[in-house]
């Protein structure tokens, strides 16, 4: 069976931001895979969101307990 070989070019984008992700790629042209790591603002955003989330889950529990 005849293989081709073949460049494409193209852009990855953050799906949540929209920011550009070409510099976190990286290809295994042997296996036709591409890894994307996720942008840095969303990381930082969910960093924030999760330390919110403990932050108020640690607060209403130390009111429960009859904390201040």
């Known amino acids: 069976m005849p293989t081709f070989m ?3 070019d193209f852009s990855v984008y953050c ?3 929209g920011a550009g992700l070409c510099g976190n790629c990286s290809t ?10 996720p942008c840095d603002k969303c990381l ?5 969101d999760g330390y919110s989330s403990g932050h108020d889950e640690g ?10």
């Open 6 to 8: 073949v460049d494409v």
């Open 15 to 17: 799906a949540k931001c």
């Open 28 to 37: 295994d042209d042997k296996r036709m895979k591409m890894d994307v790591e």
């Open 44 to 48: 930082e955003n969910a960093r924030d």
């Open 59 to 68: 607060y209403q529990k130390g009111i429960e307990r009859g904390g201040n």
